[in-house]
Structure formats: structure tokens, C-alpha cells
């Protein structure tokens, strides 16, 4: 049973072994401008091109947001910026592939990492199939108006061409683009980046465009009904949009390819955060401003908008070829958008699996790293092969709901592992300093907000649900910071903790609440199949069972070598 709950100290994390030809680690070209260009390439994507429309409208079972779409977007933005800085913290003192299963595995343990690994699949390959399917449809209309038509047999998977009884079909398109980013990432992480920024450039032109020309056609009596549904429809629409908000922890993928990753990771995260929170502010400002809102839900509601604006009666010639080109252009604006996204979760997903195979959690051939590019390269083709596949023949509508709960699962776990590393950290402390008061008695505080919020709260809903779950952690929590020492420090931390990681904890909680039954019994078979895979494999063959006798005292004294904290024992 302890063989469940070891946990890799820092000094293990970051004395990586060589993967049998010389290559200890991957090569570190990353800037934090790299980096915010890297979060913005996974943000911007699918989301603000397709669910805002939904989200204000309404439809799929819940009610639309109207004009506080902007509210709901600030809400989300907000909840992701409590994991933000928990995720900045530990990828500044953790530079290593691997995100939130390596933060896990020096916190919480060998099982608690698998789980996180097998359920970030969730997030990258599960989503990036989604975002494949989506580039195809938007590739599709975008070339037909060169009046180049693909044939059906082309573009549907062959789930759905069997199941309709039309025989053997492919999305073509999506198998494309998905292999052709897997070959710019296998030659190289920089040539990728570069690629990556040049879109990235591209996709917030075409945004800023949108706002522009839109604000001049802006109409204000379309904000009157501002809130049509109230809280209900603010926070419904918020668990919607949070789609057009995954991407920034990918940042964390890439630590071990980043220079002064203890300065650039916060910055690269928190930075794109913020930038496209902004641009989504203003986005849905104008869209709800150009047309009615329960007008939007539509799969593209960007072009929808603009398509109702150029039918109003009175408009000159001018201002119609105007708002036919600006058509265009915000097809364009997605298409490169996608591949933004296409690009940075084909790049995030197989350093998980490299991170998981360096551990001997995964067959030791998917840590090797290519001798020239000194890329993930194995990890990279499998990855992309089989999101290609599956982006082909697959029909994935069933569970899209699985990206959205397994990122936010894997929020969870980050916010819960920087309090409990901070927590064993100052128990070790010789200090005298007890930083955490003033926040340990704002959490006692929070947690009996909480309590009752979750008993006057209608019986099942999320909010019943999430004030009863989380008022005992945000309690238990209070309780034991309120008197904790100092904890050494780190090159970067989440502020005003332990109130911080519990309010992260509280967010995506609470979204997860909003998913339906069906997803959580999806979430829980697929989180069954990983653990069946690690019982069988890789707890037998985990590096943990043949320890390095320097591995036997996994704490640091503090020297200059020391990186930022006194890890676990």
C-alpha cells in the first residue's frame, strides 16, 4: 500500500537519467515571450469562435447569458487565474516536462500522478480530436468559397457514415493537419514556437480586426436585456465558455525547454491569461452589440453577427463589400486559430507521456529523445498518429464533456498539491515567521460562506453540491495554516495562501458540478481503464522500485544548488 502514496523528492525530478544515447534533458530555447505566445496559441481557438454564441443564446440544456457573456467570461477568468498561480508556482520550482503529473507524483504520490497523467489525455489528445474535426469544417468553407468542393466521403467520419448506412468515409482534412503538426514538432521545439508566434500574430489581428470594425456597427439597444436569465444563465454560460479557456497550462508542458524558467513560466501563464481574457471582453461586447443575442447560437456566431449586421435595411454598397470581406476574414481568423491549438496540444500531451515514461510508468522507449532535433520524438509520432486516426473515423461528440471535466480534475489536483507541499514544507521549517494567518482565518471564514451557501441552496444543484463538498477542505485547510511557519522560499509563489489554492479548488469544483451524469460515469470508466493499466504495468515497473542510494535522502540542505524549497521526503 505505501508503494501507492511514494513520492519522487526534487532531486529525483531533476537529475533526469540519461535516455540511453547521452540525452539527459530536452534543449532549453524558450522565452517568456515564447511562452505567452505559446498560452495564447492554446487559448485562442475553438472556444471563442464557436461556444460564445451558444453560451449567450442558450441551448444543449441550458439557458443563454445574453450580454453578461462578458460577466461569465470575467467569472471563468477569475477562477483560472487562482490555478494560474498555482501552476506558476510549481512549474517555477519544477522545470520539468510534465505538468501537473509531475507536481503530483512530489506531493501526492505515484497514484495520484498516474491518475493525473491518464486524465490530462483528456485535456490534450481528447480535445485536440475536437479541434481537428472543427479546422476541417471551417478548411472546408473557407476553400469553397474558391469554389473547391470536398465530397462528403471526405469529410465525415466513418462512424457516422456507417451508422447512417452510406458506407466507408473519412475526414480527410482533419487526418492532414493533424499529422502535419505532428512532423513540425518531431523536427523541432523552436521551429514549432516560431511557427506557433507568426499565428498567434495572425489570429489576434483578425480579433482586433472583429472589435474594430464591429464597435462601428454596434448597436446599444442590443445590451438592454443585459442579463435575460439572470445568475442562472451567467453561471451556466460560465461552465460553457470554459472551453475557450483551456490551453494555458500547456505553458507548463514546455518547462523543460524553457530559459530561466523560474522568472518566464508565471509570465508566460498569467501573461496570456490576462491578454486573452481581454480580448474576450471585448469580443463579446461587440458580438452581443451587433445582434440580438438569442440570435447567436450558431456554430460560428463571429460570422452570424456580421451576416446580420450586412442584412439591415439602409446600408450603402461600401459598408456591404466591407462586412463581406471582414466574412472572410474571421474564417481565416479561425482557421489559423485552431492550428495555433492544434500545434500546442500536440506539443503538451507528449511530454506527458515522456515525463510518465522516464518514471517507468510507460515503456522506457517512449522517453527516448531524437538525436538531432532533441525532440520527444517517439512520444510525438505515437501522440499524432493517434489523434489523427481517431480525428478521421471517430465520431467524438459523445465525449467532448471529458475535456472539460478532466482539465478541470487536473486544476483541482494542482491547487490541492501546492497547499499540501507548502503545508509539509512548513512543518519542516525552523522559522518563526507565521506568514499565513491573516489567510487561514479568511478561509475559516470562506468555508462557513460555504456551509451556507450549500444548506440554502436547492436540493442536487451544483451550488448545493459545491458548498457542502468544499466547506470542510476550505475548514480543515483554515485550521491547520493558522499557526505554520515560514516555508523556505520559492523563486515564485501564489499569493495570499492558503486562500488562493482553496479558491481554485472552489471554481473548478464548481464547474465540474455543471456536467451531466453521463460525463461523470465516462470520467469515472476512463479513470478505471488507467488505473487497471497501472496496476498491471506500471507499478511494477516504476524507477521508485530500484532507488539510487542518492535517491535515499530526498531533501536538500540548503546550499546554492539548492532549486527554491525543501522538497518531500
Not at 163 to 185: D, K, Q, R, W, Y
Not at 240 to 245: D, G, K, M, Q, T
Request: proline fraction near 5%.
Amino acid at each position: 500500500m505505501n508503494a501507492l502514496f511514494r513520492t519522487k523528492s526534487i532531486r529525483q525530478v531533476m537529475s533526469q537519467p540519461s535516455d540511453g544515447e547521452g540525452h539527459t534533458g530536452l534543449k532549453r530555447v524558450l522565452g517568456a515571450k515564447d511562452l505567452i505566445a505559446l498560452g495564447i496559441g492554446a487559448i485562442i481557438g475553438a472556444g471563442i469562435f464557436a461556444t460564445t454564441g451558444t453560451a449567450a443564446a442558450g441551448g444543449g440544456g441550458h439557458v443563454g447569458a445574453g450580454p453578461a457573456i462578458v460577466l461569465s467570461y470575467i467569472l471563468v477568468a477569475i477562477a483560472c487565474g487562482f490555478c494560474a498561480l498555482c501552476y506558476a508556482e510549481f512549474a517555477s520550482v519544477i522545470p520539468i516536462a510534465g505538468s501537473a503529473y509531475t507536481y503530483a507524483y512530489v506531493t501526492l504520490g505515484e497514484l495520484a500522478a498516474w491518475i493525473i497523467g491518464w486524465d490530462l489525455i483528456l485535456e490534450y489528445a481528447v480535445g485536440n480530436v475536437a479541434v481537428a474535426i472543427s479546422w476541417a469544417g471551417y478548411f472546408r468553407s473557407f476553400i469553397k468559397g474558391f469554389g473547391i468542393q470536398i465530397s462528403d466521403k471526405f469529410m465525415t467520419a466513418t462512424t457516422i457514415s456507417m451508422h447512417e448506412g452510406h458506407g466507408f468515409s473519412f475526414n480527410l482534412p482533419a487526418l492532414g493537419i493533424v499529422l502535419l503538426m505532428t512532423v513540425l514538432l518531431v523536427r523541432g521545439v523552436k521551429e514549432s514556437i516560431n511557427f506557433n508566434n507568426f499565428v498567434v500574430l495572425v489570429k489576434i489581428a483578425v480579433l482586433v480586426f472583429f472589435v474594430g470594425l464591429g464597435f462601428v456597427y454596434v448597436e446599444p439597444s442590443n445590451w438592454n436585456d443585459f442579463a435575460p436569465n439572470g445568475w442562472k444563465g451567467i453561471h451556466q454560460a460560465a461552465a460553457v465558455v470554459f472551453f475557450a479557456y483551456i490551453g494555458f497550462d500547456a505553458v507548463s508542458t514546455a518547462a523543460e525547454e524553457t530559459e530561466n524558467p523560474e522568472k518566464n513560466l508565471p509570465i508566460g501563464m498569467i501573461g496570456s491569461l490576462v491578454i486573452c481574457t481581454l480580448l474576450y471582453i471585448a469580443i463579446s461586447l461587440v458580438m452581443t452589440g451587433l445582434a440580438p443575442w438569442n440570435l447567436l447560437g450558431t456554430a460560428d456566431p463571429m460570422a452570424t453577427a456580421l451576416e446580420i449586421v450586412q442584412a439591415r435595411p439602409g446600408l450603402s454598397a461600401s459598408s456591404q463589400q466591407v462586412l463581406s470581406f471582414s466574412h472572410f476574414v474571421v474564417t481565416i481568423g479561425a482557421l489559423f486559430s485552431m492550428t495555433a491549438v492544434l500545434l500546442v496540444f500536440q506539443l503538451g500531451q507528449p511530454r506527458i507521456f515522456f515525463s510518465m515514461a522516464r518514471d517507468g510508468l510507460l515503456p522506457k522507449f517512449f522517453a527516448a529523445i531524437h538525436p538531432v532535433y532533441q525532440t520527444p520524438h517517439v512520444t510525438t509520432i505515437l501522440t499524432g498518429v493517434l489523434v489523427a486516426v481517431a480525428a478521421a473515423f471517430m465520431d467524438i461528440a459523445i465525449v467532448i464533456d471529458l475535456c472539460n471535466i478532466g482539465t478541470l480534475f487536473a486544476f483541482v489536483i494542482v491547487c490541492a498539491a501546492v497547499l499540501l507541499l507548502r503545508y509539509r514544507d512548513g512543518l519542516r521549517s525552523q522559522s518563526q515567521v507565521r506568514p499565513y494567518t491573516l489567510s487561514s482565518y479568511v478561509t475559516l471564514l470562506f468555508s462557513v460562506v460555504l456551509l451556507v451557501w450549500g444548506v440554502m441552496s436547492p436540493k442536487m444543484s451544483s451550488d448545493q453540491l459545491t458548498g457542502l463538498l468544499c466547506a470542510p477542505v476550505a475548514l480543515w485547510v483554515g485550521l491547520v495554516y493558522r499557526q505554520l511557519p515560514q516555508a523556505s522560499k520559492r523563486p515564485f509563489t501564489a499569493p495570499f495562501a492558503p486562500f488562493t489554492p482553496v479558491c481554485g479548488i472552489v471554481s473548478c469544483v464548481y464547474l465540474m458540478m455543471e456536467s451531466p451524469a453521463t460525463t461523470w460515469v465516462r470520467f469515472f470508466v476512463w479513470l478505471a481503464v488507467g488505473l487497471a493499466i497501472y496496476f498491471f504495468y506500471g507499478k511494477g515497473n516504476s524507477v521508485l522500485n530500484h532507488p539510487q542510494p542518492e535517491d535515499l535522502d530526498t531533501g536538500f540542505t540548503r546550499t546554492d544548488e539548492d532549486p527554491g524549497f525543501t522538497p518531500e521526503r
